[in-house]
C-alpha cells in the first residue's frame, strides 16, 4: 500500500527527459499550488504560499530601508485612465479583463481589473503632490494583478492573475529616477542571488521589449536548467510620460511649475517557478535555505521497545535547534520513516535529521543534506552549529551549481548561422547589434529567440550585426524565453 502511494507522490519523469512535465509534477507534488476550477487561475498552497513570505519579508525591509512605504491601490481601474497614456494602453489593452456590469446594472463606463497600477495610482498622485517638499513619493503595493493570457498557461510563470509587488516613485529630477531605478536593481540582484541562489544578468531593455510606456526599462535574466531564459524583474524609469498625462506637477524651490520624474519596478510569484527550475531533481523540490519554510525536519526512527525514548531525544532536539532555525519534528503515526524521507524530500527541505534507538544511545542524530544527499553522524552537542554551516554551505552550493550553468551555456556568436547553431542547444547568446527593430525582430522570427538585455558591463569586441551585417555597435544577450 505504502509502495502505492510513494508511486502517487514522487516524481514520475525525469527532468533532464521531460523538462515541462517534471516541473509540473513537481510544482503540484511538492505542495506548492494546484490548478483552480477556473482556466488560466491557480491556487497557491500553504508552503508556496510561506516562501512567497519569505521574499517578500527580505524585500520590504529592503525598501524600508531608502523610506519606502506601503499602501493599496483599487483593483478596478476606470477604461478612461488607461486612454490617457496611449503607449501604456496600447501595450496592455489584449491582455485586460474588463467588468461591464455590476449586478443587474449596466455600467456607464468599462472597469479593468488591475493588469498594472501605474494609472489608478497616478490619478491619487496628481491629487497628492504640489510642491518640492512633497517629493520624492515612495510608494510599494503588495498586491495582485490580472492578465488575460492567451498563451499556454503554466503554474507560477504564467497565469491569469498573480501575486507581485509594485513599487510607484516620484522624484523632482531625472537624475533622482534613474538613481532610483538602479537602487531598487541592486536590491533585487541581491535578493535573487543571496536567497534564491540564482545568478543574474542585468541590463537595459531594447525599446521593443521595455515597458509600454517608460523611458526605458532595466532587467534582470536568469537562465533555467532547460536553456531558457527567464525575466526575473524589472525596474523602470518611465520619464515624464505619465506626469505629463495624469497632470502630476510640482511647485519647485525656484517657484517654477514642473512635471515629476516617475519610476515602477515590481517582482511576482514567478520567482517561486524559477526556483523550482533552477535547483529542483528528480526527487523533487530543493529549496535554499534562506526561503525554506522548513529549514530542518527530524524524523524518529520507531521500534515499538525504544519508541518513547526516541521521541523524547527527537523533541529535545527540535526544541533546542527551534530558537534559531525553522524546524520541523515529523511524529505522524502510520508511516514508515521511509515514507517521511522521500516526502520531505520532495518539498525540498534543506537538511533531513534522523534519530534511531542508537543514536540515542550514544547522544547522536544522522544529518542528511537534501543538496547532495550527504550523510554526518553529529554528537547532540554540536548539532546547533553543524546546522548552521550546512545550511551556508546548500545555499552556497545551490548559487555556484547556477552559476556553472550559466557560464558553460553562455555562448558568443558571430554571425546568423553560427547564431542558429548555438540557440537550437538553448543558453544565452551574446552578438553585436545594429541597434534596429527590424534587425531584433528578424532574428525573433528566424530563431525564436528575443534580446533579453544589453548588459551594463562594458563588453569590448567589435563585430558586426548578427541580422544585417552591418556595424554592430551594440552587444546584447539573445536567448529563448519563458
Not at 11 to 27: L, P, R
Not at 116 to 122: F, K, L, R
Not at 224 to 252: C, E, V, W, Y
Request: aromatic share 10%; proline share 3%.
Amino acid at each position: 500500500m505504502e509502495s502505492e502511494e510513494k508511486t502517487t507522490l514522487g516524481i514520475t519523469v525525469k527532468k533532464n527527459e521531460d523538462f515541462s512535465e517534471w516541473y509540473n509534477e513537481v510544482v503540484l507534488k511538492g505542495g506548492l499550488a494546484d490548478f483552480a476550477d477556473l482556466k488560466g487561475f491557480m491556487v497557491i498552497k500553504p508552503h508556496g504560499y510561506a516562501i512567497w513570505e519569505k521574499i517578500q519579508q527580505h524585500f520590504d525591509a529592503e525598501i524600508k530601508k531608502l523610506g519606502h512605504k506601503n499602501a493599496y491601490f483599487p483593483a478596478v481601474i476606470p477604461e478612461k485612465f488607461f486612454e490617457k497614456e496611449k503607449e501604456h494602453v496600447d501595450g496592455f489593452s489584449p491582455e485586460v479583463f474588463w467588468i461591464t456590469e455590476a449586478g443587474k446594472e449596466k455600467l456607464n463606463e468599462k472597469l479593468a481589473l488591475r493588469p498594472t497600477s501605474e494609472t489608478i495610482i497616478y490619478d491619487s498622485y496628481s491629487r497628492w503632490i504640489r510642491s518640492w517638499r512633497d517629493l520624492p513619493v515612495l510608494i510599494n503595493c503588495w498586491n495582485s494583478v490580472f492578465r488575460s493570457e492567451t498563451k499556454m498557461t503554466k503554474l507560477f510563470l504564467r497565469t491569469r492573475e498573480f501575486l507581485w509587488q509594485e513599487g510607484h516613485t516620484c522624484h523632482a529630477t531625472n537624475e533622482e529616477a534613474d538613481k532610483e531605478v538602479m537602487a531598487i536593481l541592486n536590491i533585487y540582484k541581491k535578493l535573487m542571488e543571496e536567497l534564491l541562489a540564482i545568478p543574474v544578468i542585468t541590463g537595459k531593455k531594447t525599446e521593443s521589449e521595455k515597458f509600454a510606456g517608460a523611458l526605458y526599462t532595466t532587467t534582470l535574466e536568469a537562465l533555467m536548467p532547460d536553456g531558457r531564459a527567464i525575466q526575473m524583474g524589472t525596474s523602470h524609469n518611465l520619464g515624464q510620460h505619465f506626469s505629463k498625462a495624469f497632470g502630476i506637477k510640482f511647485s519647485d524651490k525656484d517657484r517654477q511649475e514642473k512635471y515629476v520624474w516617475q519610476t515602477s519596478w515590481g517582482i511576482s510569484t514567478r520567482l517561486i517557478g524559477a526556483v523550482v527550475m533552477a535547483h529542483g531533481d528528480d526527487k523533487g523540490l530543493v529549496l535554499p535555505p534562506s526561503i525554506a519554510p522548513v529549514q530542518a525536519v527530524i524524523i524518529p526512527i520507531v521500534f515499538e521497545k525504544s519508541k518513547k525514548a526516541v521521541i523524547n531525544k527527537s523533541e529535545e532536539v527540535r526544541d533546542l535547534l527551534s530558537t534559531q532555525f525553522s524546524v520541523e519534528l515529523d511524529d505522524r503515526e502510520g508511516y514508515s520513516a521511509g515514507f517521511k524521507f522521500n516526502e520531505w524530500e520532495l518539498k525540498g527541505v534543506p537538511i533531513r535529521i534522523e534519530i534511531g534507538p542508537k543514536d540515542v544511545e550514544k547522544n547522536q542524530a544522522v544529518l542528511v543534506r537534501r543538496d547532495t544527499g550527504e550523510k554526518e553522524i553529529v554528537k547532540l552537542p554540536e548539532i546547533g552549529k553543524k546546522v548552521k554551516q550546512t545550511l551556508e554551505m546548500v545555499q552556497k552550493n545551490l548559487f555556484e551549481k547556477s552559476k556553472k550553468l550559466l557560464k558553460e551555456n553562455t555562448h558568443e556568436a558571430s554571425d546568423l548561422k553560427q547564431f542558429k547553431k548555438l540557440i537550437e542547444n538553448r543558453g544565452m547568446i551574446i552578438a553585436n547589434w545594429c541597434g534596429d527593430a527590424k534587425c531584433e525582430e528578424q532574428v525573433k522570427t528566424d530563431t525564436g529567440a528575443t534580446i533579453r538585455c544589453m548588459p551594463f558591463e562594458k563588453i569590448d569586441k567589435k563585430g558586426k550585426c548578427i541580422a544585417c551585417g552591418k556595424d554592430g555597435h551594440l552587444r546584447a544577450y539573445f536567448a529563448r524565453a519563458y
